[in-house]
């Protein structure tokens, strides 16, 4: 073998090892957001997956809030936005929750320590209500961030 197709060989094996990493993270995203969804027992949107140079998958989730949630018609809501980065080392996963940088260690099917992370965002959801709220009268859904965009 050349030293060009040893160097082809690493290339395809790094490339192969990259795309199998960034397949598992996705896997374990859809299986956490899907766990999110009965957790909250609502519908849970994600959107802007993306990996850096890193190799870590960054990503958002979308929350709606109605103040009437029977009647989400005709009711004024807001849309939570929460900022996440995941991260696959070895057999876990670390799961980043922006702007806290609260990491959490976690392995596929370990739903208890799934539910420390739900119950830790829905208690940041609650703070973000504790205050008074502006809103526009003309404007019958508002978005909240809770954290940073990676686009900003």
Not at 88 to 98: E, G, P, S, V
């Given at each position: 073998m050349s030293r060009f197709e040893e160097l082809c060989q690493a290339y395809a094996l790094a490339k192969q090892k990259t795309k199998s990493s960034r397949d598992a993270c996705r896997k374990f995203a859809d299986s956490f957001i899907s766990g999110m969804k009965d957790y909250f027992q609502a519908p849970i949107e994600t959107q802007d997956e993306r990996f850096d140079e890193q190799g870590l998958m960054h990503f958002e989730t979308y929350l709606n809030l109605y103040e009437n949630p029977k009647n989400p018609d005709n009711s004024c809501s807001e849309v939570v936005?929460?900022?996440?980065?995941l991260e696959?080392?070895?057999?876990?996963?670390?799961?980043?929750?922006?702007p806290w940088m609260n990491e959490f260690k976690l392995f596929e099917n370990e739903w208890d320590k799934f539910e420390l992370v739900y119950e830790f965002i829905f208690e940041r959801i609650k703070e973000a209500?504790?205050?008074?709220?502006?809103?526009?009268e003309k404007e019958k859904i508002t978005v909240r961030k809770l954290g940073w965009s990676f686009n900003d």
């Open positions: 936005v929460v900022y996440w980065s696959k080392i070895l057999d876990n996963y670390i799961l980043t929750i922006y209500y504790l205050d008074q709220i502006t809103w526009s």
